[in-house]
């Protein structure tokens, strides 16, 4: 059983930066590193929608919307995937969420960001 843990989001101004991290636990270091792991968002109203994904030899991929603002990486070492968001915008408020498939899909519970004036 795989269980992820989002933090780091917040109220930030337009233009600023926030950087989310997720936290994998019940798997080994061994297995989380061959894992893709995903950071998706869902706006009140919209759909979930992928953000950003990176895969276990570390290549990425980002939605259209984010490209050139948001860095996705991971600590293979730390279990952990990070997202760096910068130059945020209104419209990247969202609910962030961590995702990974080993067997079943896995969601966090999801973290809050909100970029507001």
């Known amino acids: 059983q795989v269980q992820l843990v989002e933090s780091g989001g917040g109220l930030v101004q337009p233009g600023g930066s926030l950087r989310l991290s997720c936290a994998a636990s019940?798997?080994?270091?061994?297995?989380?590193?061959?894992?893709?792991m995903g950071w998706y968002r869902q706006a009140p109203g919209n759909e979930r929608e992928l953000v950003a994904r990176?895969?276990?030899?570390?290549?990425?991929h980002y939605a259209d919307s984010v490209k050139g603002r948001f860095t996705i990486s991971r600590d293979n070492a730390k279990n952990t995937v990070y997202l760096q968001m910068s130059s945020l915008k209104p419209e990247d408020t969202a609910v962030y969420y961590c995702?990974?498939?080993?067997?079943?899909?896995?969601w966090g519970q999801g973290t809050q960001v909100t970029v507001s004036s």
């Open positions: 995702n990974t498939y080993w067997v079943r899909d896995y």
């Open positions: 990176i895969l276990s030899g570390g290549g990425t």
């Open positions: 019940g798997i080994s270091g061994s297995i989380f590193s061959f894992l893709a």
